[in-house]
């Protein structure tokens, strides 16, 4: 274990990681299996798992399979099916952080206000709800999936009636024959519509733009199956590897390969053909955008549920908000007993980049007015011994973000490592990071995502730039930053930690 030899020795950690998430989690196992720093996990949430924690609104279930979407070095041979419900994933995760011994680590309903570089004594400074911590180096594994996005609906707050984003459901709130309707038409929102098209009186679906969807192949495990995975841990393995190969080719229809284009197309095409047989719907959900651009949604429900006589969809738009419902652009009033906000995340602006102070104290949502950006997708210049897990550029059209985690898992022991040993400030100097993001700009230039004609998320709002996905193969992205390298960093003695 690294010493601290100072005079308050007891209370300065080697590393504080904020977020007990998928990735936080990972690297809180990595570190306690190391046994080498002395670390503490800030999570304002009263349990592990993050976004598989937060969102349990009905349907919630994973559209990546299992056998990839999972920790690498504990696999798991009893997944129920191929594509896990949330109570599966996050008892995973609970499991996860009890076999590995974890939780002590971890400071649970501890909100992380601000954290500030201290130059002089070469350490951050953390503010929560529960007090300060002190640590020689700081990693937010805090997610881009975390905190919700409201819309902003002119009125909408002078709704009386009750109202609930998807990532805060309120299971006490009976929706069983009311009068609801579901905002957004995205990978949460097309989960949820097919469930509550069941219980509820009437269901209005508000559309801004349509997903496409293709089919969902979620065949259950059969016992004999789960078995064998279990004996045969190789076959389990075999199959990951089958899974990571076929996701990393769909990054092919990413780069707008045609003939891979022509086979996810034609998959959607014939999906909605099959489903959808009245023309106006048909028109409705075709999307005018290319495929590809926005996540492409699975599911064999959704289209059935958009044709239940209790549902429509209703693309006009919301005009604004009134005390009993909405009032569409085109004038027609809905009155509702309940609105469920399925519109997704503050994934661009990172709530979690308002409260980092770097050198000078500038927050990394100054440095990042045009949009998120950082060395190896890890580091940020101006931010000594700060590494960001899932920040910029590291989020995937396709494929297993539990990937993307590992490998900067990977990347982030290797540098505490490096920076702890040595005793040293470590970051990344400023032409290193703009050269590195000037091959991330130029690698996103022709991909679906800039390219496919949509506005999405992927998106920085105001420079255009690809800054949420990481344009490439997923094993490009563990040769490039699955391995820390002191190349592109400045380093410089520690000051005094007393
Ligand atoms: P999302 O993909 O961002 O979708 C939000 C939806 O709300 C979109 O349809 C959007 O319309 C709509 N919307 C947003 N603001 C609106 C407004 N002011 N008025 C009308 N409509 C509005 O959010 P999400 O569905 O929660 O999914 C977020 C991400 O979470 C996904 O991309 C995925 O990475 C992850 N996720 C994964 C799973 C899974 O199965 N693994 C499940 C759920 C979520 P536009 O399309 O026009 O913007």
Same mark, same amino acid.
């Given at each position: 274990?690294?010493?601290? #030899?100072?005079? $308050?020795?007891?209370?300065?950690?080697? /590393?504080?990681?904020?977020?007990?998430? =998928?990735?936080?989690?990972?690297? %809180?196992?990595?570190?306690?299996?190391?046994?080498?720093?002395?670390?503490?996990?800030?999570? #304002?949430g009263a349990d592990v798992g993050g976004t598989w924690r937060d969102n349990t609104y009905p349907g919630a279930a994973c559209d990546i399979p299992s056998h990839l979407y999972s920790y690498s070095f504990r696999q798991k041979a009893d997944w129920k099916s191929v594509y896990a419900k949330q109570p599966e994933i996050f008892a995973y995760l609970q499991s996860a952080a009890n076999d590995e011994g974890v939780r002590p680590h971890i400071h649970f309903g501890t909100? /992380?206000?601000?954290? %500030?570089?201290?130059?002089?004594?070469?350490?951050? &400074?953390?503010?929560?709800?529960?007090? +300060?911590?002190?640590? @020689?180096?700081?990693?937010? !594994?805090?997610?881009?999936?975390?905190?919700?996005? =409201?819309?902003?609906?002119?009125? *909408?707050?002078?709704?009386?009636?009750?109202?609930?984003?998807? %990532?805060?459901? $309120?299971h006490s709130l009976d929706l069983a024959r009311k009068r609801v309707g579901v905002v957004g038409t995205g990978a949460s929102a097309i989960q949820i519509v097919p469930e509550l098209a069941k219980v509820v009186d009437s269901l209005t679906v508000f559309q801004r733009s349509a997903p496409y969807v293709v089919p969902r192949r979620d065949p259950a495990y059969s016992a004999a199956e789960q078995r064998m995975f279990a004996r045969l841990p190789q076959a389990a393995q075999q199959l990951r590897d089958e899974l990571f190969w076929f996701n990393e080719g769909r990054f092919l229809q990413r780069r707008r390969v045609p003939s891979f284009i022509s086979i996810v197309s034609t998959m959607a095409q014939t999906h909605l053909d099959a489903q959808v047989q009245d023309p106006e719907l048909k028109r409705k959900v075709t999307p005018d955008y290319e495929i590809g651009c926005k996540r492409i949604l699975i599911s064999n429900d959704y289209y059935p549920a958009l044709q239940r006589p209790n549902v429509s969809l209703e693309t006009s738009g919301i005009e604004r908000g009134i005390e009993n419902g909405v009032v569409t652009r085109d004038g027609v009033s809905y009155e509702f007993d309940a609105i469920i906000l399925a519109t997704g995340f503050e994934a661009t602006d990172?709530?979690?980049?308002?409260?980092?102070?770097?050198?000078?104290?500038?927050?990394?949502?100054?440095?990042?007015?045009?949009? +998120?950006?950082?060395?190896a997708c890890a580091s940020m210049t101006g931010f000594p011994n700060f590494f960001m897990m899932?920040?910029?550029?590291?989020?995937?059209? !396709?494929?297993?973000?539990? =990937?993307?985690?590992?490998?900067?898992?990977?990347?982030?022991?290797?540098? *505490?490592?490096?920076?702890?040993?040595?005793?040293?400030?470590?970051?990344?100097?400023?032409?290193a990071q703009r050269d590195y993001v000037g091959s991330i700009d130029s690698r996103s230039q022709g991909t679906v995502w800039v390219a496919g004609g949509? @506005?999405?998320?992927? *998106?920085? +709002?105001?420079?255009? @730039?690809?800054?949420?996905?990481? +344009?490439?193969?997923? #094993?490009?992205?563990?040769?490039?930053?699955?391995? =820390?390298?002191? &190349?592109?960093? $400045?380093?410089?003695?520690?000051?005094s930690q007393i």
């Open positions: 274990m690294t010493s601290t #030899r100072t005079r $308050d020795e007891d209370s300065i950690y080697d /590393v504080i990681v904020i977020g007990s998430g =998928f990735s936080g989690l990972g690297l %809180a196992i990595a570190l306690k299996r190391e046994q080498r720093h002395r670390f503490v996990v800030l999570e #304002r909100k /992380v206000k601000r954290a %500030a570089w201290d130059e002089t004594r070469s350490l951050w &400074r953390v503010e929560t709800e529960q007090g +300060p911590y002190l640590a @020689k180096a700081l990693v937010s !594994a805090a997610g881009h999936l975390s905190d919700p996005a =409201f819309p902003e609906i002119e009125g *909408l707050d002078s709704y009386r009636g009750r109202i609930m984003h998807s %990532a805060q459901w $309120d990172l709530p979690i980049a308002e409260v980092i102070h770097g050198c000078q104290g500038t927050t990394l949502a100054e440095s990042w007015r045009s949009g +998120p950006e950082a060395f899932l920040g910029p550029n590291t989020g995937l059209g !396709a494929g297993s973000m539990v =990937f993307m985690a590992e490998t900067q898992t990977n990347y982030i022991r290797e540098a *505490l490592n490096h920076l702890l040993e040595r005793q040293i400030v470590i970051e990344p100097n400023a032409e949509c @506005k999405s998320w992927y *998106l920085h +709002p105001t420079s255009g @730039k690809l800054t949420a996905l990481w +344009p490439d193969f997923m #094993r490009q992205f563990r040769a490039e930053n699955g391995s =820390f390298s002191s &190349r592109g960093y $400045d380093e410089r003695a520690t000051e």
